[in-house]
């Protein structure tokens, strides 16, 4: 089982920018694909993005492409969510999650596709 925590969250003025981190520790992290969710209080947990175990294919909801991009960090064990452009709409927590992935290049963007979560960190776009 592989251990994530997220950072980077904060307050954010619409327009502005935000990198969240997920750091992952554990047994073979590099067999893990990736994903980011995020959730608003009482509403179900949407996808955000996802990355491969190799990290050379993503996904992206449609309300943040263009916005956002996932990468991870082999090196460090870390996957990043580089946010751009924000506004209020994009204000919730994320989640960092992760889960075993036998083929290479598969991304999963269902909440129940992962196993492991991270706690979450809360991203709010306020002027």
């Known amino acids: 089982q592989v251990q994530l925590v997220e950072s980077g969250g904060g307050l954010v003025q619409p327009g502005g920018s935000l990198r969240l981190s997920c750091a992952a520790s554990g047994r073979m992290v590099d067999t893990y694909a990736m994903g980011w969710f995020r959730q608003d209080p009482g509403k179900e947990r949407l996808f955000v993005a996802a990355?491969?175990?190799?990290?050379?294919?993503?996904a992206y909801a449609d309300s943040v492409k263009g916005r956002f991009t996932i990468s991870r960090d082999k090196d460090k064990n870390t996957v990043y969510l580089q946010m751009n452009s924000l506004n209020p709409e994009d204000t919730a927590v994320y989640y960092c999650?992760?889960?075993?992935?036998?083929?290479?290049?598969?991304?999963?963007?269902?909440?129940?596709?992962?196993?492991?979560w991270g706690q979450g960190t809360q991203v709010t776009v306020s002027s």
């Open positions: 999650a992760a889960r075993l992935s036998v083929r290479l290049s598969a991304i999963f963007t269902t909440p129940g596709d992962y196993k492991s």
């Open positions: 990355v491969s175990r190799t990290g050379d294919n993503q």
